[in-house]
């Protein structure tokens, strides 16, 4: 039973296409994150949802787009992907702001 | 406001003994200590919250001291399973939302 899973697990596409990533947590959690690690291993937090309510709203460009159609699932979309997109994005739970975040399995994003 | 994390990297022999600390220049409300090995999700290891409180990995311990603004993860007898790279992820207590800042993270690699 996996406990944060995200989908697709690797996504290579070209610059300027438009691409999805969902991610779905059966823990009973109440806040999901979205995560970008680049190629130096360095994570930033992007964006953080509480009971579908946007609560984290990092400087991410407004390409970015994470929507949570219910506790369970955040999702996350990018338009005109650029180059600098390449990293590998992980989606994150936790029961409360204040306790352990759970990491799903990562996607790797490749943009040729 | 990037958490500074030493050493970088550390080699180790089964059964030595390693510190790795994290400083912030801001005051911190908590701290979470996490593990990532290569290709993987970041594994939650501890987390270590202003008041003394603490939780976390039965194998690992950690110390938080408030007035230094640091954390430190002590990690004794080696085994090869540790390797990795440590993440520490400060929390300022400022918003209540879990915002987590990472550091750079230390590459730890224990040889048998």
């Known amino acids: 039973d996996t406990a944060v899973s995200q989908t697709p697990k690797y996504l290579v596409t070209q610059m300027g296409n438009d691409k999805s990533i969902k991610c779905e947590q059966n823990l009973g959690h109440d806040t999901m994150y979205w995560y970008k690690q680049d190629s130096k291993k360095f994570l930033k937090i992007m964006f953080s949802?509480?009971?579908?309510?946007?609560?984290i709203n990092e400087t991410v460009p407004n390409r970015f787009s994470p929507k949570s159609p219910d506790k369970a699932h955040l999702n996350l979309h990018i338009n005109s992907l650029e180059l600098g997109d390449s990293a590998v994005y992980f989606c994150?739970?936790?029961?409360?702001?204040?306790?352990?975040?759970?990491f799903g399995d990562g996607t790797r994003l490749s943009i040729l | 406001q990037q958490p500074v994390q030493s050493p970088q990297a550390v080699i180790l022999r089964e059964g030595e003994d390693a510190v790795i600390n994290c400083s912030s220049s801001k005051a911190l409300y908590s701290v979470h200590w996490y593990r990532q090995k290569h290709g993987e999700a970041p594994i939650f290891l501890m987390i270590?919250?202003?008041?003394?409180e603490q939780k976390g990995h039965d194998k690992i311990s950690a110390s938080f001291n408030e007035k230094k603004q640091q954390s430190s993860l002590y990690l004794t007898a080696s085994q090869l399973s540790y390797s990795g790279t440590y993440f520490c992820?400060?929390?300022?207590?400022?918003?209540?939302?879990?915002?987590?800042?990472f550091g750079q993270g230390t590459t730890l690699q224990v040889k048998p």
């Open positions: 949802y509480n009971n579908k309510e946007l609560i």
């Open positions: 994150a739970s936790s029961s409360r702001w204040d306790q352990p975040q759970h």
């Open positions: 992820g400060t929390d300022y207590g400022s918003s209540n939302t879990g915002k987590l800042i």
């Open positions: 270590l919250l202003k008041g003394g």
